[in-house]
């Protein structure tokens, strides 16, 4: 059982930036691929980024490329998500995840993961 769990969402005007943080609870994220999805209200849960658990790959959503840029530290306590040059239609919860088994792949459909946190807010105002 893993338990992530995600930080750093807030307000943020338009063109502004936020970092968010993937931990898990209790554990380091080592060993784990992370990813980060996001849903809009009325909307349906997408893919934003994803790194495999060596950090020697990542996934983007052509949404958020050249833009977003997903990391993890050398400790492997956490998973970032540094988002620039924010739009109003980036504004959704913010989840990160993780795959039941260790995997070099970079998993970007939802289904692939097993393990999810509850969430952070981002809402980027015009």
């Known amino acids: 059982q893993v338990q992530l769990l995600e930080s750093g969402g807030g307000l943020v005007q338009a063109g502004g930036s936020l970092r968010l943080s993937c931990a898990a609870l209790?554990?380091?994220?080592?060993?784990?691929?992370i990813g980060w999805f996001r849903q809009a209200p009325g909307k349906e849960r997408e893919f934003v980024a994803a790194?495999?658990?060596?950090?020697?790959?990542?996934a983007y959503a052509d949404s958020v490329k050249g833009r977003f840029t997903i990391s993890r530290d050398n400790a492997e306590k956490t998973v970032y998500l540094q988002m620039n040059s924010l739009k109003p239609e980036d504004t959704a919860a913010y989840s990160c995840?993780?795959?039941?088994?260790?995997?070099?792949?970079?998993?970007?459909?939802?289904?692939?993961?097993?393990?999810w946190g509850q969430g952070t807010q981002v809402t980027v105002s015009s």
């Open positions: 209790g554990r380091t994220l080592s060993g784990l691929s």
């Open positions: 995840a993780a795959p039941p088994v260790s995997t070099l792949m970079v998993v970007t459909a939802s289904s692939g993961y097993a393990y």
């Open positions: 790194i495999n658990w060596r950090g020697t790959s990542a």
